[in-house]
């Protein structure tokens, strides 16, 4: 599978699915967002504890057509199902507040990496609309914000060796240059996967920061 063709795909899949201005001007509760990345705020750390305000977060990842219709999990990917879905997506909410929305291949992903097995040859697909709260892009445990990379609403291609061999076609800087381009979350990593930002101004906070 060729970069471009790559791209064309998957940007097709989640442009065709929602309109970005729709997604982004609903919030969840917490925070609101924007087409505008001067107003665009990012998900805060938290977990909700009610279920409402839980499902109304993790629903935030995903364009309504995806998120009315996906699984939810509370707490995280392994929790209780709080919605049944129908549509083999999953929702949840991650330790650090990010919300996100997996497809089954995705989980799949997920569940290797936590049991440090073989990763599955298949292509998985994330949405990640609310924006993430940030990680080193060295080391997703890493905790002196290194190569920190803070980014907006996105989608992300996960995967094995299929997965990893298109990695190489693009950018793989620790430090991310441009995150309003498609760029490798922890490269060389077991884990390392394509982001691809979905909005039209580019919201990006990047750099090395000390506590």
């Given at each position: 599978?060729?970069?471009?063709?790559?791209?064309?795909?998957?940007?097709?899949?989640?442009?065709?699915?929602?309109?970005?201005?729709?997604?982004?001007?609903?919030?969840?509760?917490?925070?609101?967002?924007?087409?505008?990345?001067?107003?665009?705020?990012?998900?805060?750390?938290?977990?909700?504890?009610?279920?409402?305000?839980?499902?109304?977060?993790?629903?935030?990842?995903?364009?309504?057509?995806?998120?009315?219709?996906?699984?939810?999990?509370?707490?995280?990917?392994?929790?209780k199902?709080?919605?049944?879905?129908?549509?083999?997506?999953?929702?949840f909410?991650?330790?650090?507040?990010?919300?996100?929305?997996?497809?089954?291949?995705?989980?799949?992903?997920?569940?290797?990496?936590?049991?440090?097995?073989?990763?599955?040859?298949?292509?998985?697909?994330i949405?990640?609309?609310?924006?993430?709260?940030?990680?080193?892009?060295?080391?997703?445990?890493?905790?002196?914000?290194?190569?920190?990379?803070?980014?907006?609403?996105?989608?992300?291609?996960?995967?094995?060796?299929?997965v990893?061999?298109?990695?190489?076609?693009?950018?793989?800087?620790?430090?991310?240059?441009?995150?309003?381009?498609?760029?490798?979350?922890?490269?060389?990593?077991?884990?390392?996967?394509?982001?691809?930002?979905?909005?039209?101004?580019?919201?990006?906070?990047?750099?090395t920061?000390?506590?």
């Amino acid at each position: 599978m060729t970069r471009s063709s790559t791209l064309a795909y998957f940007v097709f899949v989640a442009a065709s699915m929602f309109p970005i201005s729709e997604v982004l001007s609903q919030g969840s509760g917490q925070h609101s967002a924007s087409h505008s990345a001067g107003q665009f705020k990012f998900p805060t750390a938290e977990v909700p504890k009610t279920e409402p305000e839980y499902i109304a977060k993790a629903k935030s990842a995903a364009p309504p057509n995806v998120a009315n219709n996906a699984t939810i999990t509370m707490p995280g990917m392994t929790g209780k199902v709080v919605q049944k879905g129908t549509n083999g997506y999953t929702c949840f909410i991650g330790d650090d507040g990010t919300p996100k929305c997996d497809d089954q291949n995705a989980i799949e992903w997920r569940n290797a990496l936590g049991a440090k097995q073989p990763l599955p040859d298949k292509v998985g697909f994330i949405y990640m609309l609310a924006g993430d709260t940030g990680t080193s892009n060295h080391d997703a445990d890493a905790t002196d914000k290194s190569h920190w990379v803070e980014t907006g609403p996105h989608v992300m291609v996960v995967g094995g060796a299929p997965v990893h061999e298109m990695l190489k076609q693009y950018p793989n800087d620790l430090t991310v240059k441009d995150a309003s381009q498609p760029f490798v979350m922890f490269p060389g990593k077991p884990n390392q996967h394509l982001m691809i930002p979905v909005h039209l101004d580019p919201v990006l906070v990047t750099g090395t920061t000390t506590r």
